[in-house]
T-cell receptor, first 115, second 114 residues
């Protein structure tokens, strides 16, 4: 079974600061990787996803993530955050080698951006 | 295109009762998954349906069950409710159910068990 760790539970940044949220997973096979975001009062929505190929993937709203296979990591980055990025961010994986789509989520990181 | 809809949005039940939650996927989507979100356990996978068949089930007791209808709408049922079942129950749909597909989440049903 897979597991996902997000080590930063609560991050507070000022606008224009750079963001990096850590995500590490544990699984012996091939994974698909996802970052979801939950803005206050809104649904979970997909930021970006990685299946294969270029390990640097770009998503919506200027977010990007890098898959480092040797470190079992998929960290989320944004060069300059805005107040509107205040939200909870979830890293998730599923087992690509089994074809099962059930997502295993990390515990989430609450990002607070101060104006 | 309308998003995933879930009804009801809020529900209060007492211990021992049963509850049924409903999910309507995005039009054309045939795969529906259910997740439970709690402050303590986070987001946990409950089960997945595709073309009316349960394809995968998470590590939850048998009190949790679900089904999918021919129009892809899905229901989940929790019997003999316990206080620990208080949670936000999320439904997600995708078009064909492949592991690479984006799952689109609904707003959830918030269940409070007293």
């Amino acid at each position: 079974a897979q597991s996902v760790s997000q080590h930063n539970h609560h991050v507070i940044l000022s606008e224009a600061a750079s963001l990096e949220l850590g995500c590490n997973y544990s699984y012996g096979g091939t994974v698909n990787l996802f970052w979801y975001v939950q803005y206050p009062g809104q649904h979970l929505q997909l930021l970006l996803k990685y299946f294969s190929g270029d390990p640097l993937v770009k998503g919506i709203k200027g977010f990007e993530a890098e898959f480092i296979k040797s470190k079992f990591s998929f960290n989320l980055r944004k060069p300059s955050v805005q107040w509107s990025d205040t939200a909870e961010y979830f890293c998730a994986v599923n087992a690509a080698d089994t074809g099962r789509r059930a997502l295993t989520f990390g515990s989430g990181t609450r990002l607070q951006v101060q104006p | 295109k309308a998003g995933v809809t879930q009804t009801p949005r809020y529900l209060i039940k007492t211990r021992g009762q049963q509850v049924t939650l409903s999910c309507s996927p995005i039009s054309g989507h045939r795969s529906v998954s259910w997740y439970q979100q709690t402050p303590g356990q986070g987001l946990q996978f409950l089960f997945e349906y595709f073309s009316e068949t349960q394809r995968n089930k998470g590590n939850f007791p048998g009190r949790f069950s679900g089904r999918q209808f021919s129009n892809s709408r899905s229901e989940m049922n929790v019997s003999t409710l316990e206080l620990g079942d208080s949670a936000l129950y999320l439904c997600a749909s995708s078009s064909a159910g492949g592991s690479r597909e984006t799952q689109y989440f609904g707003p959830g049903t918030r269940l409070l068990v007293l």
